[in-house]
């Protein structure tokens, strides 16, 4: 027959054991990470007096070139342009859509692009470009 102390020790072992197990599991840097959109010009909800020339989409990883869709739709949900939107040459990580002149009123950015690892991310956002000011 074992002495107490050695089934203590070996239960003190195993649970901390598992405690290291789930502690290192918290801080693990997933392997498969969705791209997530880190910026975006014209930003969300932005209040323009000039309306933008371009809109420019920065991820945090690198999106596949031939799945990357971006479009700006009016307050009727026309696009604004049939351009088709490019990868920055510079950054794999952005993509652009150049613009035609906007009138002042309310559009939505729509996109969708499919990640390295395999994920479609699909989402959209608002802003505004403003009527002039009388005068001005």
């Known amino acids: 027959m ?8 070996g239960r ?10 789930m502690a290192l599991s918290l801080h693990a840097t997933p392997v498969l990470a969705h791209a997530m959109l880190v910026k975006a010009e014209p930003a969300r909800r932005a ?14 990883e690198e999106v596949e070139k ?5 479009t700006v739709l009016d307050g009727d949900k ?3 342009t049939e351009v088709t939107p490019q ?18 009123g309310k559009y939505t ?3 969708r692009v499919l990640s390295v690892d395999g994920h479609v991310v699909d989402s959209f956002y608002d ?6 000011a009388p005068g001005k």
Do not use: C, H
């Open 66 to 70: 031939d799945y990357a869709a971006l």
């Open 47 to 60: 209040a323009l007096v000039k309306a933008p020339a371009q809109v420019r989409l920065w991820f945090n």
């Open 127 to 132: 802003f505004t470009v403003k009527s002039k």
């Open 87 to 104: 990868i920055s040459a510079g950054d794999p990580k952005s993509i652009v859509l150049p613009l035609p002149e906007l009138p002042p």
């Open 12 to 21: 003190v072992a195993a649970g901390a054991t598992i405690t290291l197990a």
């Open 78 to 80: 026309r696009p604004m």
């Open 2 to 9: 074992k002495p107490w102390t050695v089934d203590a020790l």
């Open 109 to 111: 950015v729509k996109f």
